[in-house]
T-cell receptor, first 113, second 116 residues
């Protein structure tokens, strides 16, 4: 079935460093979404991408919709302790108009002050 | 916008008991989704409603699971004869239907179920 593969699975970085993570699929997606989940809470939308090649920023976060439509990237600049959490990529199933999303397995980010 | 609200936040139950969770979506959102999340995994789709109609169910949703959205507002998810494998975080999300055809989902904080 459809799968989204996130890399890396986990990252341990120093405060102030930049972070890059990616998400790949064997299938084409028409939308890419990036969510962050803090412990004990639900995922919160960070960035939504709707067009191949699109580059969108939200504060220190920048995400890109890959031109092949099979991948997406999320970058975090100058990380801070509150960036700690699990980052998920997600996309709607192709030809699915119901809004159902498939999620990657997440990248867990740890930031050392 | 008060966000998606889920109750209870935590539920501990004994194997074989029935449990029911409630979700109150964002008021103007007509789509409501249930997801399940286990440790170390991303959320997995269970079912979704458009208004009061349940339009799709995942094969993950066994016959012990039932979801309702009787008036197109809040929804309930019931698990009958719970099993230890049902232990997970159950997430509810909602979204509006837009001309774009897809809108990002807004999640609640989930109900964490532990079956002993």
């Amino acid at each position: 079935g459809q799968q989204l593969n996130q890399s890396p699975q986990s990252m341990f970085i120093q405060e102030g460093e930049d972070v890059s993570m990616n998400c790949t699929s064997s299938s084409i997606f028409n939308t890419w979404l990036w969510y962050k989940q803090d412990p004990g809470e639900g995922p919160v939308l960070l960035i939504a991408l709707y067009k191949a090649g699109e580059l969108t920023s939200n504060g220190r976060l920048t995400a890109q919709f890959g031109i092949t439509r099979k991948d997406s990237f999320l970058n975090i600049s100058a990380s801070i302790p509150s960036d700690v959490g699990i980052y998920f990529c997600a996309g709607p199933y192709p030809n699915n108009q119901g809004g159902k999303l498939i999620f990657g397995q997440g990248t867990e980010l740890s930031v050392k002050p | 916008d008060t966000g998606v609200s889920q109750n209870p936040r935590h539920k501990i139950t004994k194997r074989g008991q029935n449990v029911t969770f409630r979700c109150d979506p964002i008021s103007e959102h007509n789509r409501l989704y249930w997801y399940r999340q286990t440790l170390g995994q991303g959320p997995e789709f269970l079912t979704y409603f458009q208004n009061e109609a349940q339009l799709e169910k995942s094969r993950l949703l066994s016959d012990r699971f039932s979801a309702e959205r009787p008036k197109g507002s809040f929804s309930t998810l019931e698990i009958q004869r719970t099993e230890q494998g049902d232990s997970a975080m159950y997430l509810c999300a909602s979204s509006p239907r837009t001309a774009r055809g897809h809108s990002p989902l807004h999640f609640g904080n989930g109900t964490r179920l532990t079956v002993t």
